[in-house]
């Protein structure tokens, strides 16, 4: 006995239209459903509960003192101290990338005596707490008492004591910029190494001189790299000069500290802290918008 199957039963008229819908080539004809996203909408709405009732708190809880926290946002002490910070943070930033230039490319040298060099200065640098380098600086007239020139490992012609050398703000600047450098060199030496090497074998076989293909062609296309990570580490130190309060420097974190224990309103002058850093990281963070679109000039649209 041999299998058959049924064969295929043709359907028409009204039945066949509802299960086979129109074909047709216009597109504006199809019917779009949008897709859901319940869970998206929920966790929207619980947000925005949470932020909304961390602002009414704010506004509402008389704890946070928003009075206290306005007759000292402006006050000259703390607009003193706010200056004190920036010092710190621009001389910081500009030795600090100074010498982690010159870093990266000792990493990058040809000379195994210079990369290792450059590697022990980095691997020391950021294995030693910044307090500590700070204090180590801040006491180098316990350390050597006085600084002799003259022969290496001979006689001195001349030398001075080191008592009056480096002041709480020399060594502040010299703490945080010899620990910038560490991290800067590592920063600059990834943005030149994302730099294509094949422009380089073309400027070389231009001719055009190796300095110049550093200034004109290295460094601007490296600056796309570079720029994020520095602004992020420059931001950092803004932030990090707070610890510069353990030498007694009136910066703005310290400068707070003497406030609030004089009259013990701890929390709004914490603000006045928080405030002032939030401001001038915006600012930073504006900045750096602006000098990376600069720099994407030839890269975007």
Do not use: C
């Not at 039945?15 to 949008?34: F, I, M």
Request: net charge positive.
């Amino acid at each position: 006995m041999s299998l058959t199957t049924d064969p295929p039963v043709e359907r028409t008229g009204a039945g066949n239209a509802a299960a086979d819908p129109p074909k047709t080539d216009d597109p504006a004809a199809l019917k779009v459903v949008p897709v859901r996203h319940p869970w998206r909408w929920a966790a929207i709405a619980v947000t925005a509960v949470l932020l909304a009732q961390f602002v009414h708190g704010l506004v509402t809880n008389p704890a946070w003192e928003w009075d206290v926290f306005a007759q000292f946002f402006t006050a000259q002490t703390v607009l003193k101290a706010v200056w004190t910070t920036l010092q710190l943070t621009l001389y910081g930033t500009a030795l600090g990338f100074a010498l982690g230039i010159v870093l990266a490319f000792m990493r990058l040298s040809a000379s195994p005596f210079l990369r290792w060099v450059a590697f022990g200065y980095i691997w020391a640098f950021r294995s030693i707490p910044l307090i500590v380098q700070l204090l180590f600086w801040f006491n180098l007239a316990y350390l050597y008492k006085r600084l002799d020139f003259g022969i290496p490992f001979g006689p001195g012609f001349f030398h001075f004591d080191t008592m009056g050398l480096v002041g709480a703000m020399g060594a502040a600047v010299l703490g945080l910029a010899l620990h910038q450098a560490a991290y800067a060199a590592e920063i600059v030496r990834g943005g030149v190494l994302a730099v294509d090497a094949g422009q380089l074998e073309a400027a070389a076989a231009l001719g055009i001189p190796r300095l110049r293909q550093l200034r004109r062609i290295v460094l601007p296309q490296a600056a796309r790299s570079i720029l994020p990570n520095a602004t992020n580490e420059v931001i950092s130190l803004f932030k990090g000069t707070s610890i510069v309060s353990v030498m007694a420097i009136g910066e703005l974190f310290y400068q707070v500290q003497v406030i609030y224990g004089r009259n013990g309103r701890v929390v709004p002058l914490l603000m006045v802290a928080t405030a002032w850093y939030i401001l001038l990281t915006t600012v930073l963070s504006v900045l750096q918008h602006y000098v990376e679109r600069h720099f994407a000039k030839g890269a975007t649209r």
